[in-house]
DNA sequence: CGGTTTGCGTGACCATGTCACAGACCGACT
DNA sequence: AGTCGGTCTGTGACATGGTCACGCAAACCG
């Protein structure tokens, strides 16, 4: 697979690191070698959502509008681990899309993830209720496992929702035994009856 | 410019037909040469919300998804205007992204404002109240006139909220003297407050 | 050990969404 | 004209979700 090649220089950069602001012209178009990016949409109230992640081997496409026609960027991008980038100036880029069929089939299927994402997360903000969101964020982040380290504050932004409605659902759930809540984390003690509210929209 | 050509044999369609649903397999690549597309999103609960709009010499990004890694569409097509579209099976379309520049150019440029348009719309949704996506729906139907004939239901579905709540808002409104309402049609009676009332987030 | 920061719980209140139903308007047909 | 059926709109009552204003407890740190 070319899919591995390395395309340019990599850049280490530690977690927590701010690649790019809502409002900034863009600098090169990112891609993903290493560690995950989380991309998030803050409103003027000060609330934040989580629009999408950047995985391994993807490419992050909030540099792709500020390429192809100039917008700036409307969200911000945040390193959630330690990353390993590489940035391809735009001439590279444009002569990546022409000659390699590879890069392109990573591209398109970068923006093909990122659109479905957008989709289900629209669905989700706009016509699912906070039990199902909430419970499908858990069982997100706690990817098969039982715990979960997060604040309620980050599942409100994970959600598009504030801290006090998670705090609320999840004293719910405490107070039915399907988790178990302390200090900045979770465990969850019945799964199935989360997936089950999770399915029921 | 190559965008004027033809890339596929033309083929018309009457307004109101469904291009595409939910949950199906994808034909080939649209391309709208004249009309409109709404593409659209229903829950469960059978409330609706539009996503965005293919205007003419646009590529509908619906098919992207589905060609690129199989995924079927998870929204809603349905020809706002009568339509003339073009067609390109697989094949074509992927040629054409590897010899053409001008069709990438044309796609990356609908990729952009299409995701543009999603970020705009989750922003919209989580983090806007209802007077300010009211107004810039009626603002942006009006397209610079004063009347704009639409039904509460329609007003709705274009903000993702319910009929009821439209209703009230613009009751509020119509005795303020921002608008005036009629069975099936609006007048903006001040359309400057009403872009104030947008931009207030 | 005190002080500070951060995360959580809670009640009151406002904004939105849902449900149920009534009335108004419109077109089609006698 | 009348009236009938369908669509559109208005409205009250209630459920859910979001905001504000707190107080308290756990972690952190000098």
């Known amino acids: 697979m070319r899919t591995t090649d390395t395309l340019a220089p990599p850049i280490t950069v530690p977690a927590g ?3 790019f602001r809502a409002g900034q012209d863009c600098t090169g178009f990112v891609v993903v070698r290493d560690g ?3 991309v998030t949409l803050t409103g003027e109230s000060g609330r934040e959502i989580v629009l999408y992640r950047v995985a391994p081997g993807d490419i992050c496409l909030q540099t792709f509008g500020c390429l192809v026609d100039g917008t700036p960027y409307a969200a911000q991008g945040v390193a959630e681990t330690a990353l390993t980038i590489e940035i391809l100036p735009p001439a590279r880029f444009h002569a990546l899309v022409a000659q390699d069929a590879d890069f392109r089939a990573r591209l398109f299927g970068a923006v093909a993830r990122r659109f479905a994402d957008m989709e289900r997360l629209v669905e989700e903000v706009a016509l699912t209720g906070i039990p199902a969101r909430l419970a499908r964020a858990l069982l997100r982040l706690a990817d098969g496992g039982a715990q979960v380290d ?3 504050e980050t599942l409100a932004s994970e959600i ?3 801290r006090e409605v998670v705090s609320r659902q ?3 759930w405490a107070r ?3 988790i178990e809540s ?3 984390h979770l465990g969850l003690t019945n799964p199935a009856a989360l997936r089950q509210i999770a399915e029921a929209g």
Chains 1, 2 share one sequence.
Do not use: E, M, Q, Y
Request: aromatic share 0%.
């Open 160 to 162: 598009g929702s504030a």
């Open 36 to 38: 995950v990016v989380r």
């Open 176 to 178: 039915g035994g399907l």
């Open 150 to 152: 997060v604040t309620h």
């Open 170 to 172: 999840l004293s719910v």
């Open 182 to 184: 302390g200090r900045g």
């Open 17 to 19: 690191t701010v690649l």
